[in-house]
Structures are given as structure tokens and as C-alpha cells.
């Protein structure tokens, strides 16, 4: 069991290019998030989905979006990359089996816009 | 929106040494965990207390759950350099979410 996995593991972005972060997980969870990390901020829920064929914004849902694909897979895009979207962008993934919504976490992506 | 408040944000110690970290909020959860994140990688879970007054154990690390569910601590007996990363409490929020508090980085100095 691979856990979640996300690629790629470091992008480095121009302002105004796109590019989608990729997330995966192998436990068969119904329900994935994606957080950004900055320093003093803890982790912030930029968008997640219940289950497959749904997704809701969370705290700072701008400038982002998803897809889930099916139910082990869940994207985020950037449209169009700005320096305040320089972070550490964590996914995570939750079980219906695990009744507090425990999570658990890939390795992360971190990003720079320059 | 539900906030949990960490502290301290740092805290510096020698290695044998005890201490506490706290996460507060004027709101009640019905659960709260916690995380350890390392560098470079995700957070790792370490508890859920669910009982307001629980204390739960997990080696030299004890875990408690206010008695009005408002607050944690999480205190380290003896602590190792291994103990050393981001402790990060987490409230369940809603059916789906969990809202995180800023954390507190732990350096464990030998």
C-alpha cells in the first residue's frame, strides 16, 4: 500500500502559467482534501470531496480548482499561478470507516511562483 | 468558523527535559486530534480524544481532552531528539472537515 501519492514533489511556475497537482490514494476512501501550507498558518482546506462526483470549497478556495476523477484520484489546477499561491500544497484522504475524519497525508508538493 | 490557537508557536529544549503544548478554542469539538509533521513530509496522526476529561497515552507523550471539550494538551515526558517536528492539533468540523491549528515546532536539542 503506496498510501496517498502526489506529483510532483517540487514545481517551480512563472506568474500567470497553470499546472494541475496530481493525488492519489489506495485505501479506498470516499473522501480526499487538498490543504496549503504556510509558514505560522497551519494547514488551510483549499477544496475536498466527500465522495466521488463531489467536491465543495473550503477556507481559500481562490484562484483554485478540482476534479475528482474517480475515487482514488483528486486534482487541483492552477489557472493562472500567482506569487501568493507559493506554498506547500498537501492532499489528504479520509475514510467513512474512520468515524473522527482521521486523515492521512501525502508527502506534498511544493510550490514556487516566481 | 470554529479557530483552534496553539501554544507556543517554538519551543526549544534539551534533550530529558518535559514539556506541554496546548490548543485552545472558545468552541466545543466533538473530537480533536493530533499530528506530528516531520520536514519534508505530510502529517502523521498521532491521537483522537473524542471524551471531554480523556487522557490518552502514547509512550512518553500524553494526550488530554478538556472537560468542556474546548481544549487539548499534549505534554512529552523526558523528550528525545526524535520527538522533534510540528505538533499540529486538528477539530473535526462539520461531517467532512477538520480545521487545524497553526501548530507548535518542537526542536529537541541533544
Known amino acids: 500500500n503506496a498510501g496517498v501519492t502526489q506529483t510532483p514533489k517540487f514545481q517551480v511556475l512563472k506568474t500567470g502559467q497553470s499546472m494541475t497537482l496530481q493525488c492519489a490514494q489506495d485505501?479506498?476512501?470516499?473522501?480526499m482534501y487538498w490543504y496549503r501550507q504556510d509558514p505560522g498558518m497551519g494547514l488551510r482546506l483549499i477544496y475536498y470531496?466527500?465522495?466521488?462526483?463531489?467536491?465543495d470549497k473550503g477556507e481559500v478556495p481562490n484562484g483554485y480548482n478540482v476534479s475528482r476523477l474517480n475515487k482514488r484520484e483528486f486534482s487541483l489546477r492552477l489557472e493562472s499561478a500567482a506569487p501568493s499561491q507559493t506554498s506547500v500544497y498537501f492532499c489528504?484522504?479520509?475514510?467513512?470507516?474512520?468515524?473522527?475524519?482521521?486523515?492521512?497525508f501525502g508527502p506534498g508538493t511544493r510550490l514556487t511562483v516566481l | 468558523t470554529q479557530l483552534l490557537e496553539q501554544s507556543p508557536q517554538f519551543l526549544s529544549i534539551q534533550e530529558g527535559e518535559n514539556l506541554t503544548v496546548y490548543c485552545n478554542s472558545s468552541?466545543?469539538?466533538?473530537?480533536l486530534q493530533w499530528y506530528r509533521q516531520e520536514p519534508g513530509e505530510g502529517p502523521v496522526l498521532l491521537v483522537t480524544v473524542v471524551t471531554g476529561g480523556e487522557v490518552k497515552k502514547l509512550k512518553r507523550l500524553t494526550f488530554q481532552f478538556g472537560d468542556a471539550r474546548k481544549d487539548s494538551s499534549l505534554h512529552i515526558t523526558a523528550a528525545q531528539p526524535g520527538d522533534t517536528g510540528l505538533y499540529l492539533c486538528?477539530?473535526?468540523?462539520?461531517?467532512?472537515?477538520?480545521?487545524f491549528g497553526q501548530g507548535t515546532r518542537l526542536t529537541i536539542n541533544p
Open positions: 468552541s466545543v469539538f466533538s473530537s
Open positions: 485505501m479506498n476512501h470516499n473522501s
Open positions: 489528504a484522504s479520509s475514510g467513512s470507516s474512520l468515524s473522527y475524519n482521521e486523515q492521512f
Open positions: 486538528a477539530g473535526k468540523q462539520g461531517a467532512q472537515k477538520l480545521v
Open positions: 470531496s466527500a465522495s466521488e462526483g463531489t467536491t
